[in-house]
């Protein structure tokens, strides 16, 4: 089993729908969690941490929590042209270690 | 100013050179890493320096050999380049904030090695 898993995609959306990205880790210490959004050619940015169970919005963008499942959500509202990229997720292990996942493809269609 | 700069952004090599890139921030964090992204856009972690400390070391040949003089700078030299080498690597930094937490990974824009 991967250690952060993400479906590689490409996840398609419409402009104005909700885009949907889910993440999956192994490690169950792990207690710090962030998604990352990575334009082609560029290096990834941070789109949103989060630390505690449950849902952490940021304008369009909320990241969910769930320690018990061992599963991360990023959830995009009004999703724009713009927001096309990859996302990772990324979560920091027990270990120190900061594991990414292959990330997702999000195209969003005008 | 530029959070993470690496130098240089573009290197073209031949098989069995040896190497060098340069990272640095200017964001007072106390710890910085190496990543490689290859071409299947997998970023995966290296090496990682706490105070100037090596507290991560993944499985990398030892071709590979990352210095950190001051907490600012993390070198990454490669020493006999092969093929498979070719990739992105980019340099990140980031502030411990307590036990199991880490603050946000501030990266820098890449260096594309290419072995050829």
């Known amino acids: 089993q991967k250690e952060v898993e993400q479906n590689s995609g490409p996840l398609s959306v419409p402009e104005g729908a909700i885009a949907s990205l889910n993440c999956t880790y192994s490690?169950?210490?792990?207690?710090?969690f962030f998604w990352y959004r990575q334009y082609s050619g560029k290096s990834p940015e941070l789109i949103m941490s989060?630390?505690?169970?449950g849902d952490k919005e940021d304008g369009r963008f909320t990241a969910q929590l769930n320690k018990a499942s061992q599963y991360v959500s990023l959830l995009i509202r009004d999703s724009q042209p713009s927001d096309s990229a990859t996302y990772l997720c990324?979560?920091?292990?027990?270990?120190?270690?900061?594991?990414f996942g292959a990330g997702t493809r999000l195209f969003v269609k005008a | 100013d530029t959070a993470v700069s690496q130098t240089p952004k573009y290197l073209v090599t031949q098989m069995g050179n040896d190497k060098s890139i340069k990272c640095e921030q200017n964001?007072?964090?106390?710890?910085m890493y190496w990543y490689k992204q290859d071409s299947k856009k997998f970023l995966k972690i290296m090496f990682s320096?706490?105070?100037?400390?090596?507290?991560i070391n993944e499985t990398v040949p030892n071709r590979f050999s990352p210095k950190s003089p001051d907490k600012a700078h993390l070198n990454l030299h490669i020493n006999s380049l092969e093929l498979g080498d070719s990739a992105v690597y980019f340099c990140?930094?980031?502030?411990?904030?307590?036990?199991?937490?880490?603050?946000?990974?501030?990266f820098g824009p890449g260096t594309r090695l290419t072995v050829l």
């Open positions: 990140a930094s980031s502030h411990r904030i307590s036990s199991g937490r880490e603050s946000t990974q501030y």
């Open positions: 490690d169950r210490v792990s207690q710090s």
């Open positions: 989060i630390y505690s169970n």
């Open positions: 990324a979560v920091l292990t027990g270990g120190f270690k900061t594991i």
């Open positions: 964001l007072g964090h106390d710890t």
């Open positions: 320096y706490n105070n100037k400390e090596l507290i």
